[in-house]
């Protein structure tokens, strides 16, 4: 490059100065042509000239040179930067493929027989909600087509009455199943089936009774097996709630006892107290209720009402039965939740032979407090404590559920 210079500046320099001469020279040849022919012969300058000619030639040659190298040597460079990126993206990419190759492989997902289906968010998403829920299980269908769930009940309950001048005083203690099957999306199906314990105890509350002396009486056996079955008619979206239609039937399995009953003696004017334990209404009853549940977050209020008719039996014809219950309830985390509800009935009059019995209606009302704790999937324990607010309610009725809903469906073919 520097050699190209120094023959560039003597190739312009010595065109200079020939330049400068040939000038002269005609400058001279103008005024004194004799002298200019002495000083410089003509073939040697038309020899000069050539040479002159040839050497800015070569210089035009050099310049063009210089000026290509010049421009192309960014293109150069742009291809020698584009073919190292080329190499270092094939470097990349082979250093990445033997990262994969030798990367241990992913987990894999959970699989369906831990009760997550591969995939399927949605119905994990469904299966939460449905654990959430199972304290307003007997307010709305938590079931799809398949599901199974079998809840096992014990209770306990104590009452005391007094028929004057007597005290009866009730002890019953229950122990039942309750399996709830979805038929199809929407149509739950549950039978409940109870067994019962009963003991009756008799005593006087007047010293003038006391010769009728302290009487006790116990039973044990099979209740009324009852069942009902829930359509969810509408499903909770805005201001609409939750709805429920329900079918109920509850039959007379159960053995029924008179209770405390007073027959005639064998000698006149004198009375045997009966004390005779029961375990069932003795009655046929057929009704149907509808529940609303709606959620106004963080609590859900529950409703429903109802009506059963209990079918008569001989001569006589129990008043039939509207049962009602209002509660709340809300979750204190994802796997406890607290619930309470009023629950009553309004009984009418009992007839015999088609009158009516005065004094045969009753009201009862009761409050119920319930907590619902997951303590593993499907698995739920749920005690409870209810009090009665009425004469005619049961003094004091405590117990435990204990759902367990089945991780496998079980379809009816013949539901669709």
């Known amino acids: 490059m520097i ?17 400068s001469g040939v000038s002269y020279a005609r400058t001279k040849a103008g005024a004194t042509k004799s002298a200019v022919e002495d000083t410089v012969p003509r073939s040697e ?12 030639a070569q210089v035009q040659i050099l310049i063009e040179n210089e000026t290509w190298e010049r421009e192309s040597l960014p293109q150069a460079q742009a291809q020698k930067t584009q073919e190292a990126a080329a ?12 990262q994969a190759e030798t990367a241990p492989a992913a987990p894999k997902k959970v699989s369906p027989e831990m009760g997550l289906k591969e995939g399927d968010r949605e119905k994990e998403a469904e299966e939460a909600k449905i654990e959430l829920d199972q304290f307003l299980r007997s307010q709305k269908v938590l079931f799809k087509r398949g599901d199974l769930q079998v809840e096992f009940i014990a209770s306990y309950a104590q009452d005391t009455s007094e028929i004057s001048p007597y005290k009866l005083r009730a002890r019953a203690a229950s122990a039942g199943v309750l399996f709830r099957y ?20 008799l005593d006087t509350i007047q010293p003038f009774f006391a010769r009728e ?17 829930r359509w969810g008619a ?29 027959v005639l003696g064998p000698s006149v004017g004198s009375n045997l107290l009966i004390v005779d334990p029961s375990l069932g209404t003795g009655f046929w009853n057929v009704g149907g209720s509808v529940s609303l549940v709606k959620t106004v977050d963080p609590v859900v209020l529950f409703g429903s009402l109802g009506y059963n008719a209990v079918l008569e039996d001989g001569r006589i014809d129990p008043g039939d039965q509207i049962p009602y219950s209002l509660g709340m309830g809300f979750s204190l985390n994802d796997r406890v939740s607290f619930s309470t509800a009023l629950n009553g009935a309004a009984i009418l009059r009992d007839k015999i032979d088609g009158r009516e019995i005065m004094g045969s209606g009753r009201d009862i009302h009761s409050l119920n407090l319930a907590v619902t704790v997951q303590v593993a999937k499907g698995l739920f324990v749920e005690p409870f404590v209810n009090f009665g607010l009425t004469e005619e309610a049961t003094d004091f009725f405590a117990g435990v559920n204990v759902p367990y809903r089945f991780d496998r469906q079980y379809p009816l073919p013949f539901f669709r």
């Not at 300058?45 to 800015?56: G, I």
């Open 182 to 201: 979805g038929l199809i999306d929407d149509l739950e199906l549950d039978i409940s089936v109870p067994f019962n314990f009963q003991e009756l105890e």
């Open 45 to 56: 300058y038309e020899k000069l000239k050539q040479e002159v000619e040839a050497l800015k």
């Open 213 to 229: 002396g302290f009487r006790r009486q116990d039973g044990s056996g099979l209740g009324d097996v009852s069942g009902s079955l």
């Open 87 to 98: 190499e270092t993206s094939e470097q990349g990419e082979k250093t990445a493929t033997a």
């Open 3 to 19: 050699k190209k210079c120094i023959v560039f500046i003597c190739g312009a320099f010595l065109l200079a100065l020939v330049d």
């Open 234 to 262: 509408l499903h909770e979206e805005g201001l609409v709630p939750e709805t429920t239609l329900s079918l109920n039937v509850k039959s007379n399995t159960g053995h029924e006892g008179r209770g405390l009953t007073s």
